[in-house]
């Protein structure tokens, strides 16, 4: 089995900042890349930042110059630094991970969640 655990979310003004982390664990063979969605109530899960191993983070438009996805492979964890946050920047963030258990099958895994909520 795969777990993936969120943490670093929380209540913040606008123009604040938070760090987000995400730690899988389990039966992991290979973890090929790992990112962040999030969703608004009322709205579809969207991407936030993805990075994939040795390559180059693909940020949604909207947080670009903003969030900074890093990855550390050695600890299955990724990381989002969120700065400048805006109340439109709201939403349950979930991290996501597209791994191997046995070098055979791919999937994707998810996290349960952690809740950021931006104060204006």
């Known amino acids: 089995q795969v777990q993936l655990v969120e943490s670093g979310g929380g209540l913040v003004q606008a123009g604040g900042s938070l760090r987000l982390s995400c730690v899988a664990s389990?039966?992991?063979?290979?973890?090929?890349?790992m990112g962040w969605y999030r969703q608004a109530p009322g709205k579809q899960r969207e991407l936030v930042a993805t990075?994939?191993?040795?390559?180059?983070?693909n940020y949604a438009d909207s947080v670009k110059g903003r969030f900074t996805i890093s990855r550390d492979s050695a600890k299955n964890t990724v990381y989002l630094q969120m700065n400048s946050l805006k109340p439109e920047d709201a939403a349950v963030y979930y991290c996501?991970?597209?791994?191997?258990?046995?070098?055979?099958?791919?999937?994707?895994?998810w996290g349960q969640g952690t809740q950021v909520t931006v104060s204006s």
């Open positions: 996501d991970a597209y791994l191997s258990s046995d070098s055979r099958t791919w999937n994707h895994y």
């Open positions: 990075t994939t191993r040795g390559g180059t983070p």
């Open positions: 389990g039966s992991i063979f290979s973890i090929n890349a």
